[in-house]
Structure formats: C-alpha cells, structure tokens
C-alpha cells in the first residue's frame, strides 16, 4: 500500500505540474503507474486529496530547502533572513509555482490553513520567540509576527509565480521582504 502511495504522488507531481490540476487525467495518471482508480480513492479519497498529498510533499520539501538555506547563512537573525528569502526564491521552479503557488490556493483553500504551512509557521514563530529572548527582535507577539513574516513571504513566492517575467520580479520581491522583516529589529542594520 505505501509502494502505491508512492508510485501515485510521483505520478500525480509530473501529472499537475505539466498540466495542472484541472487538466490532469487521473485515468491516465493511474494507468501510468498500472494501477486502478479504486487505489487512488483508497489511498486519498479522491483527486483532490491526491494533490493536497503532492503539495504537502513539495511544501515540506520546501520548508527544509529554505532551513538548510537558514543554516548556511548562520544562525538566529541571519537564519529567518535568508529561510524567506530562500522560500521566495523557490517561486522560480516551475513545479512548485504551478502545484504549489498556483493550483494550491485555487484547489486547497488558504494556504495558511494548510498542515505543512502551519508546520512552518510553528517553527518561524520558535524562532521569533528565540530572537526576541536575546533581544535581537522587538517585543511583539511572536504568533502575530510569524504569520505576517510567512504571509509575506508566501504572497512575495504567488506573485513571482504569477509574473509574466519571475526573474525580474524576484530580486523586488527579497529586497521588499528583507526591508520588511527588518523592521522587528531591535536595532537597526549596520
């Protein structure tokens, strides 16, 4: 059963991201892989269960690329920096601004509702609190500002995927982002 878990969310991430979520045929998806129908309904319930798999898989995905990217940086202040910064950036690959930046919100409702999302939003508030604990951030309510730092970052990452030129909507958007996030420090940049 998890052979097939697997063999349907891999063909379902080429299947969304080449055609996107309306125009997949989950008959050709699943005759792809030789299996049925009835194993997709069983393993997710239905289509749109399938694809809140692969988003969660990309998006959990995501969210470690953006803290490996953190934990290159340095730590603490340097870390949330560049884990949004990293996380804008990623609206650049084409899988994840289709199935993830495009088709997600459109299919799965808001993305701030959204199991990995919350995920993450869990760790950039611990972080928060952490900054705060050495005086680095402002005291503000580290709930209020991780979703604000993580609304920011995930409208910066729709309107790149959403840009008829990404590329040069891109550096627009990290710069916005990093001025932004800078106004929780305690003390201005040097």
Known sequence: MAENRRKLIAAARRAFAEKGYADASMDVLTAEVGLTRGALYHNFGDKRGLFAAVVDEIDTEMAERAKARGA????????????????????????????????????????????????????????????????????????????????AALNAAMWIAASAEPERVLPKAQEAFRVLVEGLLAKAPA
């Open 72 to 151: 290159a940086a340095g730590a603490g202040w340097d870390a949330l920096l560049a884990e949004g910064a990293a996380y804008i950036e990623m609206a650049l690959d084409p899988e994840v601004q289709r199935i993830v930046l495009l088709d997600g919100p459109a299919v799965l409702g808001d993305p701030s509702l959204w199991p990995s999302q919350n995920s993450c939003l869990q760790v950039t508030r611990e972080a928060i609190q952490g900054l705060m604990g050495e005086g680095v951030l402002k005291p503000v309510d580290a709930e209020a500002a991780a979703r604000l730092i993580s609304g």
